[in-house]
């Protein structure tokens, strides 16, 4: 059934768990998440960016994930708009029929430009004043993501801030968060602690200096019942590069979030774990494999197996590893 995110996140709260929220773009991804959870018996949190709904377009993204959880009755479901870039995108997710919408308002409207705390609040109040009133929960987020090596926002896919940040900027204030959510109201926060999103997060495998699981303990301690987020969670498996490169890909070193530290986040208050680049390099590494060793192939429905084979893979994987398997 589909459900509202506060209610699978109270849960995973109560018993602590994660839950993978996975973004979605197409059928296959559909299917590959929703047959892991039947697999592992999980709790489902679909998100749709933006780019999602542009892509795939409103009314296919709505359906695609209907007939998920018309397919799986016995499975909870979320739907949720990813980074909502305005009050406006998170009123036409909502008309849409989403249970769950993000306001973020750690940038403006533009996606790029750091916005100031009172209008990340404003915006975040009025979309908490509409979704409560309809059952809705809101994501809200405080900090800016980008690299801590860097100090520049993730300009990979359009979601990050531009020019230079400062490491205040990069790291969510525990005085301030608890501020934020005490006069917001929102159901869950997405902090900044060093993660960005896409595949180039970190130089190195990550070490306490560019990924602050500390500074999540600092948050979970000044608010141990809000449920936190983090977004730009992809591990960025080696193997998966790896398997890419094999094929004729073009990817450069590079290190995600590794799963222990996702796990130690878990036991400090992080319960919806944001992924989407695991997923495709995973379909990426599968369709490259394939049409490399079947080069008279040409019909879709073949590489499209495999590719969502290994996106299911990925998400089998985090749902045991985050302790969401058993929980659906
Ligand atoms: O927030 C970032 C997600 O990976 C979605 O990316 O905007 O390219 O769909 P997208
Ligand atoms: P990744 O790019 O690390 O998968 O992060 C996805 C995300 O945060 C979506 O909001
Ligand atoms: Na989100
Ligand atoms: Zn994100």
Redesign the pocket.
Known sequence: ALVSMRQLLDHAAEHGYGIPAF?V?NLEQVQAIMEAAAQTDSPVIM??????RK?AGEGFLKYLIQAAVESYPHIPVVMHQ??GQSPDVCRGAIELGFSSVMMDGSLMADGKTIASYEYNLDVTRQVVAMAHKLGITVEGELGCLGSLETMKGDKE???GAEGTMTREQLLTDPEQAADFVKQSQLDALAIAVGTS??AYKFTRKPTGDILSVQRIKEIHARLPNTHLVM??SSSVPQELLAEIRQFGGDMKETYGVPVEELQEAIKFGVRKV?I??DI?LAMTGAIRRFLAENPSKFDPREYLKPAREAAKKVCLARYEQFGAAGHA
């Open positions: 973004n773009n998100q749709a960016s933006a780019g999602a892509y990813d980074h896919d359009g979601h999103h896409g977004h730009g944001n989407d680049t495709r």
